[in-house]
């Protein structure tokens, strides 16, 4: 596609359950990031892909978060045991070299009840 | 303790006026700046970027302020048209390794109200 996408664009779940977010970026793009975003504060980094390996998780906030992107491309948030904290819309960014301009999905809109 | 900050929650210009939004940064290794513009229910859309090396940097009705010395950055619309209206992100990066994290760290926004 043309743009970064993800899925699903919703995502209502109840506490202490396990949950999963894509992303499927732009084709060629090699860097691709996570981010959290609360109400009221801007995107907040979770994790740095350089095509399939994690290069930077230091924004990942606990050991229940965990992402993957096992072929370069799509990347999977993975979220254990969910709390109400969690709560937020988590985007997916990805751009053609680390830290230039990253192109963003419309994000995944979490809420943990 | 917030490295990029936007003071102004939000801003209201005339249309047809020129719309001024502030940046303020502490982290003296980040060497790349960048606006997002942001509507609703969608993602941060890329606007505008700076390197450090450069003072301004402009793209049509946008132009990008670097004040390295005071470590501020203002992004510049003129006109500024109904569309405008939107949050605006500040952003920051160190390219060079070593120098922060690799993603980019974001302000708060500023909601920009255009007003008819």
């Known amino acids: 596609g043309a743009g970064v996408s993800q899925t699903p664009s919703n995502k209502v779940t109840e506490k202490g359950k396990y949950v999963e977010l894509r992303c499927d970026p732009i084709?060629?793009?090699?860097?691709l990031y996570w981010y959290r975003q609360s109400l009221g504060q801007g995107p907040e980094f979770l994790i740095y892909?350089?095509?399939?390996?994690?290069?930077?998780d230091s924004g990942l906030p606990n050991d229940r978060f965990f992402a993957v992107r096992p072929e370069g491309s799509v990347s999977t948030l993975k979220i254990q045991r969910t709390e109400r904290g969690d709560s937020a819309v988590y985007l997916c960014?990805?751009?053609?070299?680390?830290?230039?301009?990253?192109?963003f999905g419309q994000g995944t809109r979490l809420t943990v009840v | 303790d917030q490295q990029v900050k936007q003071n102004s929650p939000s801003l209201s210009v005339q249309e047809g006026r020129i719309s001024i939004l502030n940046c303020d940064y502490t982290?003296?290794?980040?060497?790349?700046f960048l606006w997002y513009k942001k509507y609703p229910a969608e993602g941060p859309t890329f606007l505008i970027s700076i390197s450090s090396i450069k003072d301004k940097n402009e793209d049509g009705r946008f132009t990008v302020f670097l004040n390295k010395s005071a470590k501020h950055l203002s992004l510049h619309i003129v006109p500024s048209q109904p569309g405008d209206s939107a949050v605006y992100f500040c952003a920051a990066s160190a390219r060079r390794r070593g120098g922060g994290a690799d993603g980019l760290t974001f302000g708060k926004g500023t909601h920009l109200i255009i007003q008819p």
């Open positions: 892909f350089q095509g399939t390996g994690a290069a930077d």
């Open positions: 982290n003296s290794m980040f060497d790349y």
């Open positions: 084709s060629g793009h090699t860097a």
């Open positions: 960014a990805s751009s053609l070299t680390r830290n230039t301009e990253a192109f």
